[in-house]
């Protein structure tokens, strides 16, 4: 599958819908790079960082009980190094859309890329029960109500990171092209239809 002209995919996700997988096997399909977690290792080895307190500061704001319209600039190590994380990820988006095409999963990038042409903005999401399910299957946790809390907790982290940084809704219809129940269409059927709305968006050859 060869795309027709340069394009932006940002994908923002609720925690166990499925959202990595869709956006590796879109990537496969379109030879195009896919920037997530593998943005650490970047930064790590290009400003000395470790990559353990990177990875505790991704996609999170210094306390798990920081509210999203508070002021920032707490002056704590941790949160120092989360907002330093966010701009440096920041940069390696735009450096990244500046080169070519490339899928850029949450990391608020949807905002980041708000003034680039040819941005695709997509959110994933599924019900709670068929999410819950497969948390239960890929971490390996036989109690439901424990699958439930690790949901709640990382959409609640998700939001507020978000919220935090675009002073936008997260999850909202807002700039978005397309929302995709994955529960009912399965990865195959999500990544079809992206394609399918590329295609017809003139970014895909027929």
């Given at each position: 599958?060869k795309?027709?002209?340069?394009?932006?995919?940002?994908?923002?996700?609720?925690?166990?819908?499925?959202?990595?997988?869709?956006?590796?096997?879109?990537?496969?399909?379109?030879?195009?790079?896919?920037f997530?977690?593998?943005?650490?290792?970047?930064?790590?080895?290009?400003?000395?960082?470790?990559?353990?307190?990177?990875?505790?500061?991704?996609?999170?704001?210094?306390?798990p009980?920081?509210?999203?319209?508070?002021?920032?600039?707490t002056?704590?190590?941790s949160?120092?190094?989360?907002?330093?994380?966010?701009?440096?990820?920041?940069q390696?988006?735009?450096?990244?859309?500046?080169?070519?095409?490339?899928?850029?999963i949450?990391?608020?990038?949807n905002?980041?890329?708000?003034?680039?042409?040819?941005?695709?903005?997509?959110?994933?999401?599924?019900?709670?029960?068929?999410?819950?399910?497969?948390?239960?299957?890929?971490?390996?946790?036989?109690?439901?109500?424990?699958?439930?809390?690790?949901?709640?907790?990382?959409?609640?982290?998700?939001?507020?990171?978000?919220?935090?940084?675009?002073?936008?809704?997260?999850?909202?219809?807002?700039?978005?092209?397309?929302?995709?129940n994955?529960?009912?269409?399965?990865?195959?059927?999500?990544?079809a239809?992206?394609?399918?709305?590329?295609?017809?968006?003139g970014?895909?050859?027929?």
């Amino acid at each position: 599958m060869k795309l027709s002209r340069k394009v932006l995919i940002t994908i923002g996700r609720e925690y166990g819908c499925g959202g990595k997988v869709i956006a590796d096997a879109l990537s496969a399909d379109l030879d195009i790079p896919v920037f997530d977690k593998n943005m650490i290792a970047i930064i790590a080895k290009k400003h000395g960082y470790s990559e353990e307190a990177l990875v505790s500061s991704d996609e999170r704001l210094s306390s798990p009980f920081f509210e999203p319209y508070a002021p920032y600039g707490t002056g704590t190590e941790s949160g120092a190094i989360s907002e330093r994380l966010f701009i440096l990820q920041a940069q390696i988006i735009k450096e990244q859309a500046d080169k070519g095409s490339g899928i850029f999963i949450g990391r608020c990038a949807n905002d980041i890329l708000r003034h680039y042409d040819d941005v695709i903005n997509i959110f994933i999401f599924a019900p709670k029960a068929a999410r819950i399910q497969r948390i239960m299957e890929v971490e390996d946790i036989a109690d439901s109500a424990a699958a439930e809390k690790i949901i709640r907790r990382m959409d609640k982290t998700r939001r507020s990171y978000y919220q935090f940084y675009t002073d936008k809704k997260w999850g909202s219809t807002e700039g978005m092209d397309l929302l995709i129940n994955s529960a009912s269409l399965g990865k195959e059927g999500s990544v079809a239809l992206i394609e399918d709305y590329l295609r017809r968006r003139g970014y895909l050859e027929n």
